[in-house]
């Protein structure tokens, strides 16, 4: 099955969808993907360069069932035995890699998950990302939260006994300036112990200034570390520049944040060689910055408004478990998240085996938390969703269900001193 990307866009102005059509079909129309933009950060580090000479060498097909069986007996798990798990030599044995998966969870997280809830504060955006609901070209309702209407949200949401919320907006300065997103951390501040940020990438000092209002970690999705193909699937805006996007966690670090998440959209490009620079994304920052807290997720692609058709290519819950079980196996103490993309049958069992934080009581909307949590009918003052998702359960039932798991849903363990 193959993905069909492109939407077309019936309100748009004659010349805003000409120029859309340009984008699309024009590659002399679009700025340097590799170059940086105005006021962009250079921070020259050497984490790109070690990343992306090991995915450039990277070919599994070379790898074979006695790589796979030899990467599943060592002790510990070399960047080669990681290739080897990656690879399509170690589908027969995605048992004995989950076996070993989960004695390594079970080892250094127990029997805990954590537990959290995005909170999407803004959908403007400024890119064209062909494959997302929020791109500027798609037809959506916009909405942008004011201070009363997320202290609203927030308190609905702790309301319901979630403590750690992640703030996520599209991507648009205009819209959502680092001074709007500081002040929704303060915000958050006063109901939850733990905020994560899934924003626009910015630079050190900006992500210095967002620290201070109260934010703790930063998560940012690479989408894909192949740049020939990010640059057919992102076709506008500050997000067309590769290397800025891939060095953000490093400057979120800089700026003084605890804590980083990493991720490639599986589906957008070979999913085996994008897990692999995601992985080493995080294997080569933890030991340049041994203090912070690393984390991985596995996002699969997802339908968005206005395109049915968008599927996460090649990449099956079998694929995905396999991702999973390797990252584990490779990175033992790393935290891996798996999102509410993901079926409730698959959450449920990759957290016995992998995962050690999902998400729950989850909304990809704009506003829209009191009419979802507390089932008050809504005003239809929303803003539209920037994909569809497949766990809908609540927060209650999620802690319920992870309980009757046998495991230990975690609301918060980090204590301010």
Not at 305 to 310: G, Q, R, T, Y
Request: proline share 3%; hydrophobic share 35%; with cysteine.
């Amino acid at each position: 099955m193959e993905n069909s990307f492109f939407i077309d866009s019936q309100k748009l102005s004659p010349a805003a969808l000409e120029k859309k059509h340009r984008l699309e079909n024009d590659p002399s129309s679009r700025t340097d993907h590799m170059k940086y933009m105005e006021g962009m950060e250079i921070i020259n580090s050497d984490i790109c360069e070690k990343v992306m000479s090991q995915v450039k060498e990277y070919d599994y097909s070379k790898y074979t069932a006695r790589d796979v069986i030899a990467a599943l007996e060592h002790e510990t798990c070399s960047i080669e035995d990681f290739k080897a798990l990656l690879s399509p030599a170690a589908e027969p044995y995605l048992e004995r890699m989950a076996q070993k998966a989960k004695a390594e969870t079970s080892k250094h997280f127990g029997n805990t998950v954590y537990l959290f809830t995005p909170l999407y504060i803004a959908n403007y955006c400024e890119n064209y990302c062909v494959y997302c609901g929020f791109n500027c070209y798609n037809d959506i309702r916009r909405m942008k939260l004011n201070a009363e209407q997320i202290d609203k949200e927030m308190k609905v949401i702790a309301d319901s006994g979630m403590e750690e919320i992640l703030l996520l907006t599209g991507e648009s300065r205009a819209k959502s300036s680092i001074e709007y997103i500081g002040e929704a951390c303060k915000l958050a501040r006063k109901y939850f112990r733990m905020v994560g940020l899934e924003i626009y990438p910015v630079n050190t000092d900006e992500y210095r200034y967002l620290h201070e209002c109260g934010a703790d970690y930063v998560t940012v999705f690479q989408e894909t570390y192949d740049t020939d193909k990010y640059e057919t699937l992102h076709l506008l805006g500050h997000k067309r520049v590769w290397p800025y996007r891939f060095d953000s966690q490093e400057r979120a670090l800089m700026g003084g944040m605890r804590g980083a998440g990493f991720s490639a959209l599986l589906g957008l490009s070979d999913f085996r060689k994008d897990a692999l620079a995601s992985a080493l994304h995080v294997y080569y920052l933890q030991r340049k910055y041994p203090h912070a807290e690393m984390s991985l997720s596995c996002p699969r692609l997802r339908p968005i408004i206005n395109n049915d058709k968008i599927n996460p290519l090649d990449v099956h819950e079998t694929q995905l478990c396999q991702v999973l079980c390797a990252y584990r196996i490779f990175m033992p103490f790393v935290g891996i998240t798996v999102s509410s993309r993901e079926s409730e049958s698959f959450r449920n069992g990759i957290v016995k085996i992998a995962a050690t934080k999902i998400s729950a009581g989850v909304s990809t909307g704009i506003g829209d938390h009191e009419s979802k949590y507390s089932g008050k009918e809504s005003d239809g003052a929303e803003g539209d969703e920037q994909f569809e998702i497949a766990d809908d359960r609540s927060f209650e039932r999620m802690y319920k269900d992870m309980s009757a798991e046998g495991l230990q849903p975690v609301l918060n363990d980090y204590l301010y001193v």
